[in-house]
């Protein structure tokens, strides 16, 4: 008898992992949040400002997801400053969504390049992280620097499904010369659009 007893609950804690995992999937929102804004600049090179960067694919991002059915929340949709923890107080709103942050990325050694995704919680945030990383690498043919644990802000406070792009270095001449460029920054929203949508069907 205990032997069964061991077995059924065995049974119910699978079935519930199982529905929980499934629950974490099925989404209707995406929060995309612009990294920057306002009087922050992010990563600066001459003219080229990450707010400006963000903001654009962020926007191309909204029309893309849109296009393929889902529902968008912009934590910022113009030039102007919103604080970490409003980011994520406008995400927890939602009960059915997953938050993606696009930045771009800026060290003082030009020759750093590459793609990068960062996640902070729980498996499903990690499973979204790598299939976005892989989408965006894949599209524009970048160094792939990994889908990688972190602790900022807007990842780790959020509950739901959470990841933060790196979309090139600004520091890096190349990279800059291919994010200035309509097409790259458009293929960006696309592949990213793509990860989340791949992990909406197969998680």
Partial sequence: MRTIFKRLLA???VGALTSATAEARYFRTVVIDAGHGGYDKGAQ???VYEKHLCL????RLQNYLQSMGFKTVMTRNSDYFVSLAERVAITQRYKDAIFVAVHYNFTYRDSACGLE????????????AQMVQQNICRKVRATDRGAKFARYYVIRNNTCPAILVECGFVSNPTERQGMKAAWYRDSLAKAIADGVMRFRRDG
Avoid at 56 to 59: L, N, R, S, V
Avoid at 117 to 128: D, F, P, R, V
């Fill in 45 to 47: 090179f001459g003219q």
């Fill in 56 to 59: 654009d694919t962020a926007t």
């Fill in 11 to 13: 049974l119910a804690a």
């Fill in 117 to 128: 995704t960062y996640y902070a919680n729980g498996a499903e945030s990690q499973n979204l």
